[in-house]
């Protein structure tokens, strides 16, 4: 058996490195930013709960694909990220933002077009809301926004996977291909009875204070 040291130090170090191999393989990478967009609320509505689909005084619920929208908030350790708000707003079934700078058709009453919750001991959030819709100039998405104590704000969009207008939108084709799945979700067949839809996305943070993955 050798007594030589340095050739031991090499032996562990690379014992070292193997052993670290897997766990660094295994950080998810982070979910890329996008930009707020024009149409974040002036101020949120009456009603800011997590279930876009009914407004108090409203008949029936929003018109459009009515979805199960869930995921959690991760690090890049896959450690869920506790008591994050999460926010999300979207344009309704006829392409319009509640927002007075949206000059589109009348907004559907039904829909609260905006909605915030914070994360679960788990990192889990989740909302109803619709499969988004075009408008023009821009393929189906839904905005996503996450902050809270030590994390620093972090917003992107959450595209529909397989959607053909993806590949024209400009800001979908800013984020590099390799990284396009980062910010998909299928939109499939529910099968809780609540919802037509239902869609999960991840949402991975660069690191606990939030740095945005770019």
């Excluded at 800011?48 to 908030?73: F, H, K, Q």
């Excluded at 809270?148 to 024209?168: C, D, I, K, M």
Aim: aromatic residues 8%; proline residues 11%; glycine residues 12%.
């Amino acid at each position: 058996m050798s007594h030589d040291p340095q050739r031991r130090n090499l032996l562990f170090g690379s014992l070292g490195l193997a052993l670290a191999g897997p766990a660094l393989a295994a950080r998810l990478s982070p979910t890329p930013s996008q930009m707020e967009g024009p149409f974040y609320p002036l101020e949120p509505p009456l009603e800011d709960d997590n279930d876009l689909t009914r407004v108090r005084g409203a008949r029936g619920v929003a018109e459009g694909r009515i979805t199960d929208l869930t995921g959690r908030v991760l690090d890049p350790d896959g450690r869920p990220i506790a008591g994050a708000r999460v926010e999300i707003w979207q344009c309704d079934s006829r392409g319009r933002y509640h927002h007075p700078h949206d000059d589109g058709p009348a907004p559907d009453p039904g829909f609260q077009g905006y909605g915030q919750l914070k994360t679960d001991a788990q990192g889990r959030y989740r909302f109803r809301t619709i499969r988004p819709v075009p408008y023009p100039g821009r393929t189906p998405h839904i905005h996503v926004a996450v902050s809270g104590p030590g994390l620093a704000s972090f917003t992107t969009q959450l595209y529909v996977a397989g959607e053909p207008r993806n590949a024209a939108d400009f800001l979908f084709r800013a984020i590099s291909p390799a990284r396009r799945r980062l910010v998909m979700a299928e939109f499939l067949p529910a099968n809780n009875g609540r919802a037509e839809l239902a869609a999960h996305f991840e949402i991975v943070l660069a690191g606990r204070d939030g740095t945005p993955g770019g």
